[in-house]
């Protein structure tokens, strides 16, 4: 009995041993294909740190959003996008079945008014008349007069409404205020006109200007007048501009003060919206010429509740997601004040979903 438990126990161990034996650990190995991405390294600025720039935007100096002050179905889109347009030219047609309706109803209260204003003026000479002769009484002139002077301001209000149905007219034939080119259309024909929805919009390209934001520690010594240097990078165009307004306020503007420069050649090839940087004749001290600028596009930009960064690669191979401090913004590039190292590269486009972790293939 004894040895029978020996033999009993030796098999259960033997059996724990040989199911212990069996079971072999496996690693999980990921398969997942990396995501392919394209990297670049930091932009040392090209611009010249030995005077004062800022970033601007190429804009008409007259430009305008038409829109309506009624509201009714557009009936025809007289132009498109790109169409050279002349003063007055019709841009947008607006249903007016209801400003006809309403004129036609002004028309005969116009009628109207002039038929009882001529019956009361004849009948107020006749009176003036008769009493100058003292064949009528004064309260029968006075009561003529009354009726009289409503009868002309009863033609007077009709003559006034006439002119407001003009206007809705105006408001319903939207016309170009100048002549330029059409820049936008926000309509089709069908579609349903509101008051103060633009409709279109239209620039005048023979006049260019530059908008830019300057800093609070620069802005002190711009002046109206002063003559500037315009580098237009798209297009690699460097053009001269004059100051020509000087905002005081930076109140909405987050500490950037609003300048703008009109440029005194403009070229077909400079087109409204492109971005430039503006050199001002204002020398920076040894201090800020010497400090190193280092920009990324704007386009590489990661922003997550508040906060902005740009994708790295590790030593692993993988997606690294850095937070950043950025600063003034040149164009289509922004400065990195902190946040990344100058000789790191960066991730600018990706082939598929980028996270923290992921694993990326340069291409």
């Known amino acids: 009995m004894k040895n029978n438990k020996y033999i009993i126990a030796f098999i259960a161990v033997s059996l724990l041993i040989v199911g212990c034996g069996s079971h072999e650990e496996k690693s999980v190995v990921d398969n997942t294909p990396p995501v392919i991405v394209k990297v670049s390294a930091m932009d040392k600025t090209d611009v010249n740190n030995s005077f004062v720039v800022a970033s601007g935007k190429v804009e008409a100096e007259k430009s305008a959003n038409l829109s309506t002050r009624m509201m009714g179905y557009v009936t025809k889109m007289n132009v498109k996008m790109g169409q050279k347009v002349r003063k007055d030219q019709l841009l947008v047609s607006i249903n007016t079945a209801d400003l006809q309706a309403k004129s036609a109803q002004v028309n005969a209260s116009i009628l109207q008014a ?8 004849k009948d107020y000479d006749r009176y003036v008349k008769l009493f100058s002769q003292q064949s009528a009484s004064q309260k029968e002139l006075d009561d003529m007069t009354s009726r009289f002077e409503m009868a002309k301001a009863g033609l007077e209000g009709a003559k006034q409404m006439k002119n407001e149905v003009n206007a809705q007219f105006s408001y319903a034939n939207i016309r170009a205020p100048f002549t330029g080119v059409v ?11 509101k008051p103060g929805m633009p409709l279109v919009s239209i620039e005048s390209p023979s006049k260019l200007q530059v908008t830019a934001m300057v800093a609070e520690s620069d802005i002190s010594n711009i002046t109206v007048g002063m003559k500037v240097d315009v580098m237009i990078k798209s297009i690699g165009k460097n053009v001269k501009g004059k100051v020509i307004e000087k905002s005081n306020s930076a109140k909405n503007t987050g500490g950037q003060y609003l300048v703008k420069i009109a440029l005194e050649k403009t070229e077909s090839s400079i087109l ?20 190193m600028k280092v920009f990324i596009p704007t386009t590489a930009i990661v922003e997550k509740g508040g906060l902005q960064g740009i994708y790295t690669v590790s030593k692993q191979n993988t ?24 000789e790191e590269q960066y991730i600018v486009s990706a082939e598929g979903k980028l996270f923290n972790g992921v694993k990326v293939s340069i291409q």
């Open 114 to 121: 002039e038929a009882g204003y001529n019956s009361a003026k």
């Open 183 to 193: 820049t936008n259309t926000f309509i089709k024909a069908g579609d349903m006109a």
């Open 272 to 291: 409204s919206g492109m971005f430039s940087t503006i050199q001002f004749p204002i020398e920076k001290s040894k201090e800020s010429r010497t400090t």
């Open 319 to 342: 997606a690294l997601l850095r937070w950043l401090r950025l600063g003034k913004t040149f164009g289509d590039k922004v400065e990195v004040l902190s946040g990344l190292n100058s």
